[in-house]
C-alpha cells in the first residue's frame, strides 16, 4: 500500500521531470534560452555567426596542421607498408614456385642419375658377362688346338718310330740273315726282298 | 511558467522549472570549462569555442606526437589508432570516392571524423561541453562539406564536368530545367541535413541524460535507480559519439562520392 503511494505521488514529480526536458527543447527550438535569470542568452540553435567562423577557423587550421604533420606521413606510411606486404606476398609466392620447379628438376635428375646408374650397372654386367664367355671360348679353343697339336705330335711320334723300327729291323734281319748266311745281303736287291717281307709281316 | 522567468523571478519557481534552466543551460554555449572562463571577456567567443581548440590541441598532440609514424609493425597506442584512421580511410573515403579520389581526400575526411569525435567525446567529459551540439558549430562542419562539394569538386572536375553531374543522362530537355535545378538544391539539402543530424543526436543526448539525473533532483533518492539508467544512457552516448562521427564522416563522403563520381 505504501509503495502505491509513493508511485502514486512520484507519478506527477515524474510527469513534471519529463515536462521540464520538454519545455527545455522548446524554449531551445523558439531560440528562448534564458540564464536562470530570466536574462535571454544565445541558445545551442541561435544563430552565431562568430561561432561558426570560429569553427570555420578551427577546422581549415586544424586541417592544414595535421594534414603536414600528421595525415601525409600516416597515410603514405600505410600505403607504403600495404605495398611491402603485398610485394612481400608475391615474393613468397615466386619463391614457393621457384622451389617447386627446383625441386622438381632435383626430382629428374635423381631419376635421371638412377636410371643413367642402372644402365652402367646393366652395360658393365653384359660387358663382363661377353666378355667371360670370349675368354672361355677362347680357352677352349686353345686346350682343343693344344690338344690337338699334341695328338698329331704324337701321331706324327708314332709314325716316325714305327718307321724308324722297320729301318732298324729291316736291318737287323738282313745283318741277322747275313750273318746266318755267311754272306753279305746287303745288297739291292736283297734289301728289297726283305723289306717285302717285312711288310707282310 | 515563461512568464514567471520572464518577469525575471526566480523566486517561488519549482524544482521542475529549475530542471528546465538547467538543461537549457547545460546544452547552450556558455562562459565556463571544466571552471575555466572563457567567453565573451577573454578572446574565446564560447566554452564551445575553447572545447573546439582544446580537442584541436588534443588531436595534434596525438597525431602529431604520440602516433609513431616510423614503426614498421605498429604496436600499443600507434595500433590502436591506426585502425581508426585504416577504417576512415578504407571503409568510408575509399568505400564512397573510389581509390584515386579516396586516397587524395582522405585527409579531409580523416579530420572530420577524429575531430567531431573528440568534440563529441570531450562533450560526454563532466563539466565540459559538446561543440558539436551546437547548431553554428556543425553548419560550419556542413558548410566544409558544401564547398568540397561544390568548389572543391569544380577545381578537381571542372566546371563543365562538375555540371554535368546534375543533368541526368536520358532524360527529355524541359524535364531537365525541372531536375537540374532540384539536383543542384540537394546539395544545399544535404548539407543542411548533415548540420541537423549531428547537432540534434548530440544535443538530444545530453537532454536525456539530464533528464534521467533530473529525476534523482526532482524525486529525492527514491529515484536512485535512475542514476543506473543514466549510466546505461551514458554508455550509450559513448556509442552515439562514434556513431555520429561516423555518420557524419561517411555521409560527407558519399554525398562527395556521388558529385565526384555521379554515375555511382
Known amino acids: ?201 | 511558467m515563461q512568464t514567471v522567468i520572464a518577469a525575471g523571478s526566480y523566486e517561488g519557481t519549482t524544482k521542475a522549472e529549475k530542471l528546465t534552466e538547467y538543461i537549457m543551460h547545460h546544452v547552450s554555449p556558455g562562459e565556463k570549462i571544466f571552471g575555466i572562463k572563457s567567453g565573451h571577456d577573454t578572446i574565446f567567443h564560447t566554452n564551445q569555442t575553447l572545447a573546439m581548440l582544446i580537442v584541436s590541441v588534443l588531436l595534434l598532440i596525438i597525431f602529431g606526437a604520440i602516433y609513431k609514424k616510423n614503426q614498421k609493425v605498429p604496436t600499443g597506442i600507434t595500433n590502436f589508432l591506426e585502425t581508426f584512421v585504416m577504417f576512415v580511410r578504407n571503409e568510408i573515403v575509399i568505400a564512397n570516392m573510389g581509390q584515386e579520389d579516396g586516397r587524395k581526400w582522405a585527409p579531409l575526411f580523416c579530420t572530420f571524423f577524429f575531430f567531431v569525435l573528440g568534440c563529441n567525446l570531450l562533450g560526454l567529459i563532466p563539466g565540459s561541453t559538446t561543440a558539436t551540439g551546437n547548431i553554428n558549430v556543425t553548419a560550419a562542419l556542413a558548410g566544409i562539406t558544401f564547398f568540397a562539394m561544390t568548389i572543391g569538386a569544380i577545381i578537381a572536375k571542372g566546371p563543365g564536368k562538375w555540371f554535368s553531374a546534375f543533368v541526368p543522362h536520358g532524360v527529355p530537355l524541359p524535364v531537365l530545367f525541372l531536375i537540374t535545378p532540384l539536383e543542384l538544391l540537394g546539395l544545399v539539402v544535404k548539407t543542411i541535413a548533415l548540420m541537423i543530424r549531428l547537432f540534434a543526436n548530440m544535443m538530444a543526448g545530453h537532454i536525456v541524460l539530464f533528464a534521467m539525473i533530473g529525476l534523482i533532483y526532482v524525486l529525492g533518492l527514491v529515484a536512485l535507480p535512475a542514476a543506473g539508467i543514466s549510466f546505461a544512457v551514458y554508455g550509450l552516448e559513448v556509442f552515439v559519439a562514434f556513431l555520429q562521427a561516423y555518420i557524419f564522416t561517411y555521409l560527407s563522403a558519399m554525398f562527395l562520392g556521388s558529385v565526384l563520381h555521379p554515375d555511382h
Open chain 1, 1 to 201: 500500500m505504501n509503495n502505491i503511494w509513493i508511485i502514486a505521488a512520484a507519478d506527477g514529480k515524474v510527469k513534471s521531470v519529463g515536462d521540464a526536458a520538454h519545455d527545455a527543447l522548446e524554449k531551445i527550438e523558439h531560440h528562448e534560452v534564458t540564464d536562470g535569470h530570466g536574462h535571454h542568452v544565445k541558445g545551442p540553435m541561435d544563430p552565431d555567426a562568430p561561432m561558426f567562423y570560429w569553427t570555420l577557423g578551427i577546422f581549415i587550421v586544424l586541417l592544414a596542421v595535421l594534414y603536414k604533420v600528421a595525415w601525409k606521413p600516416i597515410l603514405s606510411g600505410l600505403d607504403e607498408r600495404e605495398d611491402t606486404i603485398r610485394k612481400s606476398l608475391d615474393d613468397a609466392e615466386e619463391a614457393t614456385k621457384k622451389l617447386a620447379a627446383i625441386q622438381e628438376e632435383s626430382k629428374k635428375v635423381v631419376a635421371d642419375a638412377e636410371q643413367n646408374a642402372k644402365a652402367l650397372v646393366t652395360e658393365a654386367r653384359d660387358t663382363a658377362k661377353a666378355l667371360a664367355k670370349d675368354i672361355e671360348e677362347k680357352a677352349k679353343a686353345e686346350a682343343q688346338s693344344v690338344r690337338d697339336g699334341a695328338l698329331k705330335d704324337i701321331e706324327s711320334a708314332k709314325a716316325e718310330a714305327m718307321q724308324s723300327l722297320r729301318a732298324e729291323s729291316t736291318d737287323l734281319a738282313i745283318s741277322l740273315a747275313g750273318k746266318l748266311l755267311g754272306e753279305n745281303l746287303d745288297n739291292e736287291k736283297n734289301r728289297s726282298l726283305t723289306e717285302k717281307l717285312i711288310n707282310k709281316i
